[in-house]
């Protein structure tokens, strides 16, 4: 298993400011994955980050507004660039652990005024 | 593209009643996987299954792999209060990419 901490657990924002999240695994991991789940809605995923790489955006899902850094193999961020109230979600992390099994940090709840 | 489909969206049982959320998707996957979000929670990994016809049970709960590798199914037996969440299945492609369904969201009556 992993254990993932993440933070900010929750924040509210501006409109036009940006948020970075932070993601910390307590072991290597070769792929991170960030996640956005709207209010009652299922996970979408927004990026694979791996390190040493460039992060794979989805369809939708672009790096000026998302960008994402790995610098090693326990750490990522997202940052939530030029917020508007559309960008009102929770963020997740997680990483691919042995055996192909998801491992999700506790989420980052975001508002944005 | 890919999708995969879960049913129903909500549901409410009375205490002890049982609880069936299904997962079909639109090509065949590699494995299906079963998590767990309480509210206000993140999710939480349940069962993995990968073969085709594969049944496995915890407990109370019984996830079935359909023959096809197309569909899936979580039952739960004599549902309790602690059951109470969203399910969610997700589906890995012959790609690698993991696919979640629109979640099942259970509230038990005591």
């Known amino acids: 298993s992993a254990v993932i901490s993440q933070k900010p657990s929750r924040d509210i924002c501006q409109r036009g400011t940006s948020l970075t999240i932070q993601c910390q695994v307590d072991?290597?991991?070769?792929?991170m994955f960030w996640y956005r789940q709207q209010p009652g809605q299922s996970l979408t995923l927004i990026a694979t980050?791996?390190?040493?790489?460039?992060?794979?955006?989805e369809s939708g899902f672009v790096i000026d507004k998302f960008p994402i850094s790995r610098p090693n193999l326990t750490f990522s961020t997202l940052t939530v660039s030029n917020m508007s109230p559309e960008d009102s979600s929770i963020y997740l992390c997680?990483?691919?652990?042995?055996?192909?099994?998801?491992?999700f940090g506790a989420g980052t709840r975001l508002s944005v005024l | 593209g890919q999708q995969v489909m879960q049913i129903p969206q909500y549901q409410h049982v009375q205490e002890g009643e049982d609880f069936t959320t299904y997962c079909n998707s639109s090509?065949?996957?590699?494995?299906i996987q079963w998590y767990k979000q309480r509210p206000g929670g993140h999710p939480v990994f349940l069962i993995q299954?990968?073969?085709?016809?594969e049944v496995k049970k915890q407990k109370r709960l019984t996830f079935q792999f359909g023959e096809a590798k197309k569909n899936s199914s979580l039952h739960i037996t004599a549902t309790q209060t602690t059951d109470v969440g969203t399910y969610f299945c997700?589906?890995?492609?012959?790609?690698?990419?993991?696919?979640f369904g629109q979640g099942t969201t259970l509230q038990v009556k005591p």
């Open positions: 997680s990483v691919d652990s042995g055996g192909n099994i998801q491992y």
């Open positions: 072991s290597q991991v070769t792929m």
């Open positions: 980050a791996n390190q040493g790489s460039e992060a794979t955006y």
């Open positions: 090509t065949t996957l590699s494995n």
């Open positions: 299954l990968v073969k085709s016809g």
């Open positions: 997700a589906g890995r492609s012959n790609t690698g990419k993991l696919i």
